[in-house]
Protein backbone atom coordinates (compact mmCIF):
# COMPACT_ATOMS: atom_id res chain seq x y z
CA UNK A 1 0.00 0.00 0.00
CA UNK A 2 1.53 3.33 -1.05
CA UNK A 3 -1.12 5.35 -1.05
CA UNK A 4 -0.53 7.76 1.82
CA UNK A 5 -3.35 10.43 0.72
CA UNK A 6 -5.18 11.60 4.05
CA UNK A 7 -7.72 14.06 4.80
CA UNK A 8 -6.12 15.58 7.99
CA UNK A 9 -2.77 14.93 9.50
CA UNK A 10 -2.38 15.84 12.81
CA UNK A 11 1.55 17.46 12.35
CA UNK A 12 2.75 16.89 16.13
CA UNK A 13 3.43 13.56 14.39
CA UNK A 14 6.56 13.43 11.37
CA UNK A 15 5.87 12.12 8.39
CA UNK A 16 8.38 9.36 8.21
CA UNK A 17 6.39 7.86 11.38
CA UNK A 18 3.07 8.72 9.45
CA UNK A 19 4.09 6.48 6.50
CA UNK A 20 5.36 3.51 9.29
CA UNK A 21 2.34 3.81 11.34
CA UNK A 22 -0.01 3.36 7.88
CA UNK A 23 2.18 0.79 6.54
CA UNK A 24 1.93 -1.42 10.02
CA UNK A 25 -1.92 -0.30 9.93
CA UNK A 26 -1.99 -1.56 6.01
CA UNK A 27 -0.36 -5.23 7.26
CA UNK A 28 -3.25 -5.46 9.60
CA UNK A 29 -5.73 -4.76 7.31
CA UNK A 30 -4.08 -7.31 4.57
CA UNK A 31 -3.72 -9.77 7.43
CA UNK A 32 -7.40 -9.37 8.55
CA UNK A 33 -8.80 -9.51 5.08
CA UNK A 34 -10.22 -6.15 5.25
CA UNK A 35 -7.87 -5.14 2.01
CA UNK A 36 -10.79 -5.96 -0.15
CA UNK A 37 -13.07 -3.78 1.10
CA UNK A 38 -10.63 -0.82 2.08
CA UNK A 39 -11.54 2.60 0.22
CA UNK A 40 -9.44 5.11 1.28
CA UNK A 41 -7.42 6.66 4.59
CA UNK A 42 -8.98 9.33 6.13
CA UNK A 43 -7.04 11.16 8.54
CA UNK A 44 -4.29 10.10 11.63
CA UNK A 45 -4.80 11.67 14.87
CA UNK A 46 -2.51 11.98 17.69
CA UNK A 47 -3.71 11.31 21.44
CA UNK A 48 -0.92 12.48 23.37
CA UNK A 49 -2.00 11.47 26.79
CA UNK A 50 -1.70 7.53 25.69
CA UNK A 51 0.85 7.88 23.12
CA UNK A 52 -1.23 6.69 20.49
CA UNK A 53 -2.20 7.27 16.98
CA UNK A 54 -5.34 6.93 15.94
CA UNK A 55 -5.67 5.81 11.90
CA UNK A 56 -9.00 6.27 10.37
CA UNK A 57 -9.98 4.68 7.16
CA UNK A 58 -13.28 4.36 4.94
CA UNK A 59 -14.13 1.32 3.15
CA UNK A 60 -15.82 0.71 -0.47
CA UNK A 61 -19.24 0.34 0.74
CA UNK A 62 -19.64 3.51 2.22
CA UNK A 63 -20.34 2.14 5.62
CA UNK A 64 -18.84 4.23 8.82
CA UNK A 65 -15.60 5.14 8.72
CA UNK A 66 -13.44 2.44 11.31
CA UNK A 67 -9.82 3.02 13.11
CA UNK A 68 -6.77 1.20 14.19
CA UNK A 69 -4.82 2.77 17.05
CA UNK A 70 -1.50 1.96 17.36
CA UNK A 71 0.47 2.32 20.39
CA UNK A 72 3.87 4.48 19.44
CA UNK A 73 5.61 2.56 22.14
CA UNK A 74 4.47 -0.77 22.34
CA UNK A 75 2.97 -1.10 18.91
CA UNK A 76 -0.24 -2.75 20.06
CA UNK A 77 -2.89 -2.24 17.54
CA UNK A 78 -6.67 -1.79 18.32
CA UNK A 79 -9.38 -1.82 15.94
CA UNK A 80 -12.56 0.95 16.57
CA UNK A 81 -14.89 3.18 15.28
CA UNK A 82 -13.41 6.58 15.01
CA UNK A 83 -14.35 9.27 17.65
CA UNK A 84 -16.70 11.66 17.03
CA UNK A 85 -13.92 14.50 17.33
CA UNK A 86 -11.59 12.65 14.50
CA UNK A 87 -13.99 12.54 11.86
CA UNK A 88 -15.56 16.39 12.88
CA UNK A 89 -11.51 17.35 12.03
CA UNK A 90 -11.71 15.17 8.80
CA UNK A 91 -15.02 16.83 7.78
CA UNK A 92 -13.67 20.32 8.34
CA UNK A 93 -10.71 19.72 6.20
CA UNK A 94 -12.28 18.08 3.29
CA UNK A 95 -15.02 20.93 3.19
CA UNK A 96 -12.25 23.36 3.33
CA UNK A 97 -10.63 21.54 0.42
CA UNK A 98 -13.85 21.78 -1.31
CA UNK A 99 -14.29 25.65 -1.10
CA UNK A 100 -10.52 26.07 -2.55
CA UNK A 101 -10.45 26.94 -6.49
CA UNK A 102 -9.85 23.73 -8.34
CA UNK A 103 -6.07 25.04 -9.48
CA UNK A 104 -5.15 25.28 -5.09
CA UNK A 105 -6.31 22.07 -3.74
CA UNK A 106 -3.60 19.63 -3.75
Do not use: C
Not at 31 to 52: C, I, K, S, Y
Amino acid sequence: MKDYSLYYWDRRLEEAEVIELMNQAWEELYELEFDQVFGAWRGVHFEEETDTVHITWENMYQGPPLMISIHRVTRALRMDYPRDEFIELEMAEIERLRSLPPGQRR
